[in-house]
């Protein structure tokens, strides 16, 4: 993997390219790094994509993004389909998605092809840097891949490591993992995140792949361990968030108990999942992390279906985003709720806030015709909407207001 010779490329050369970068991750990244004065070229193959961004219009819910995107784009910032024009960059950084595959282990195959398919148009004299989370070990194989050619090649690891929908703030407030496997790497790596980030924490490779999964698979495992808990409250007739709210005031040891709640998205559970295959699937916390957050929605219809017939049931599902206030819902447990209700007889109607979809009705809407609502993503809008008492709420979030007698 690997060629040398001069850049390819068309036009001046840029300081950044971001490859995959009108994604969740490289996109909030690319328009920070504009804003911080670098020349940054997004690489993506989304041509619609791209199409919107060069008109400054952000593709999904990411605060404070729009008027930074609409100020650089076309400036500082701008935007390619063709892949040649990589080889314009100083610095390139992989932003590209990381899969598990269908049997929830590491799919490296999409990162390996990515460096193949860019193989004529990077050189040794580029820092690249990968931003996407990775197996353990995965960096020092694309090295070795790069230096078949018996050339030296810059590589750094830099995981990213912010909440999505607030990667613009995060940026600039959270540290920057730094790591590479030659010194230079490393060196223009922590140059380049010193830009945007208030301190760089220099690590190994190794600690730096595992850093990212352990924090993953460890917020998994603080949702599993609340979501265990809110299971034990219910079946016992407690209001699981009185109790978790009489825990957490005022008492720091347990204040990083999170609230009950779907434990979703493109992470969480890939992540676990890669440490599990890692440790030759003896991770028992992260397996049993995953039999509580993936059975909670089967539980929610089990108790259900113990007091009506869904058969004769119509059920609102309130926010089919993954989280509240954004718009992804790659791998909502939302919609493995309502296959389950559906697979009871249910009727199942869907809204969310954010997420647009044909199929979609309004929350209000939602709730007229439902006899049960349940809450599936903790939307900033539902804290002020009335549910009548004549139809049964499940809000683990706790967000609905009171109902009123």
């Given at each position: 993997?690997?060629?040398?010779?001069?850049?390819?490329?068309?036009?001046?050369?840029?300081?950044?390219?971001?490859?995959?970068?009108?994604?969740?991750?490289?996109?909030?990244?690319?328009?920070?790094?504009?804003?911080?004065?670098?020349?940054?070229?997004?690489?993506?193959?989304?041509?619609?994509?791209?199409?919107?961004?060069?008109?400054?219009?952000?593709?999904?819910?990411?605060?404070?993004?729009?008027?930074?995107?609409?100020?650089?784009?076309?400036?500082?910032?701008?935007?390619?389909?063709?892949?040649a024009e990589v080889a314009r960059a100083r610095m390139v950084i992989m932003a590209i998605g990381t899969p598990v595959d269908e049997f929830l282990n590491p799919n490296l195959r999409a990162l390996l092809d990515l460096f193949a398919s860019l193989q004529p148009f990077l050189r040794p004299e580029q820092t690249i840097i990968i931003r996407s989370t990775v197996y353990p070990g995965t960096c020092r194989r694309v090295q070795a891949a790069l230096a078949r050619d018996g050339r030296e090649w810059h590589l750094a690891y830099c995981?990213?490591?912010?909440?999505?929908?607030?990667?613009?703030?995060?940026?600039?407030?959270?540290?920057?993992?730094?790591?590479?496997?030659?010194?230079?790497?490393?060196?223009?790596?922590?140059?380049?995140?010193?830009?945007?980030?208030?301190?760089?924490?220099?690590?190994?490779?190794?600690?730096?792949?595992?850093?990212?999964?352990?924090?993953?698979?460890?917020?998994?495992?603080?949702?599993?361990?609340?979501?265990?808990?809110?299971?034990?409250?219910?079946?016992?007739?407690?209001?699981?968030?009185?109790?978790?709210?009489?825990?957490?005031?005022?008492?720091?040891?347990?204040?990083?108990?999170?609230?009950?709640?779907?434990?979703?998205?493109?992470?969480?559970?890939?992540?676990?999942?890669?440490?599990?295959?890692?440790?030759?699937?003896?991770?028992?916390?992260?397996?049993?992390?995953?039999?509580?957050?993936?059975?909670?929605?089967?539980?929610?219809?089990?108790?259900?279906?113990?007091?009506?017939?869904?058969?004769?049931?119509?059920?609102?599902?309130?926010?089919?985003?993954?989280?509240?206030?954004?718009?992804?819902?790659?791998?909502?447990?939302?919609?493995?709720?309502?296959?389950?209700?559906?697979?009871?007889?249910?009727?199942?109607?869907?809204?969310?806030?954010?997420?647009?979809?044909?199929?979609?009705?309004?929350?209000?809407?939602?709730?007229?015709?439902?006899?049960?609502?349940?809450?599936?993503?903790?939307?900033?809008?539902?804290?002020?909407?009335?549910?009548?008492?004549?139809?049964?709420?499940?809000?683990?979030?706790?967000?609905?207001?009171?109902?009123?007698?």
């Amino acid at each position: 993997m690997g060629s040398g010779g001069a850049p390819t490329g068309t036009g001046r050369s840029v300081d950044v390219c971001v490859v995959g970068g009108a994604g969740h991750v490289g996109l909030p990244l690319s328009i920070l790094l504009a804003a911080a004065g670098q020349r940054v070229l997004i690489y993506d193959v989304a041509e619609k994509v791209l199409e919107r961004l060069r008109r400054g219009e952000m593709p999904f819910v990411e605060y404070d993004a729009d008027p930074l995107l609409r100020k650089f784009a076309g400036k500082t910032l701008t935007f390619t389909s063709d892949r040649a024009e990589v080889a314009r960059a100083r610095m390139v950084i992989m932003a590209i998605g990381t899969p598990v595959d269908e049997f929830l282990n590491p799919n490296l195959r999409a990162l390996l092809d990515l460096f193949a398919s860019l193989q004529p148009f990077l050189r040794p004299e580029q820092t690249i840097i990968i931003r996407s989370t990775v197996y353990p070990g995965t960096c020092r194989r694309v090295q070795a891949a790069l230096a078949r050619d018996g050339r030296e090649w810059h590589l750094a690891y830099c995981p990213e490591r912010i909440a999505q929908g607030y990667a613009v703030r995060e940026l600039k407030e959270l540290p920057q993992l730094v790591s590479g496997l030659t010194g230079r790497a490393a060196g223009d790596a922590a140059a380049l995140f010193g830009r945007i980030a208030p301190k760089i924490i220099r690590v190994s490779v190794e600690e730096a792949e595992l850093a990212k999964l352990f924090s993953n698979a460890w917020r998994y495992i603080q949702f599993a361990a609340t979501n265990q808990f809110y299971m034990m409250a219910t079946d016992f007739g407690a209001d699981y968030d009185q109790v978790r709210r009489a825990m957490v005031e005022g008492y720091g040891r347990a204040s990083s108990l999170p609230a009950a709640g779907f434990a979703a998205g493109p992470c969480l559970l890939k992540d676990t999942m890669q440490l599990a295959a890692f440790n030759l699937n003896h991770f028992a916390l992260g397996q049993a992390a995953m039999n509580i957050n993936e059975g909670l929605p089967n539980y929610l219809v089990m108790r259900l279906a113990r007091r009506r017939d869904l058969s004769r049931t119509r059920v609102g599902i309130l926010g089919m985003a993954f989280k509240g206030d954004i718009d992804d819902t790659r791998d909502s447990l939302s919609y493995k709720l309502g296959k389950i209700l559906r697979f009871h007889g249910a009727e199942v109607l869907y809204s969310d806030e954010y997420a647009v979809d044909p199929t979609f009705i309004s929350k209000e809407d939602l709730v007229a015709r439902s006899e049960v609502v349940i809450v599936g993503a903790p939307h900033s809008a539902y804290r002020s909407l009335r549910v009548p008492p004549s139809v049964e709420r499940v809000d683990l979030w706790g967000i609905l207001p009171p109902a009123e007698s």
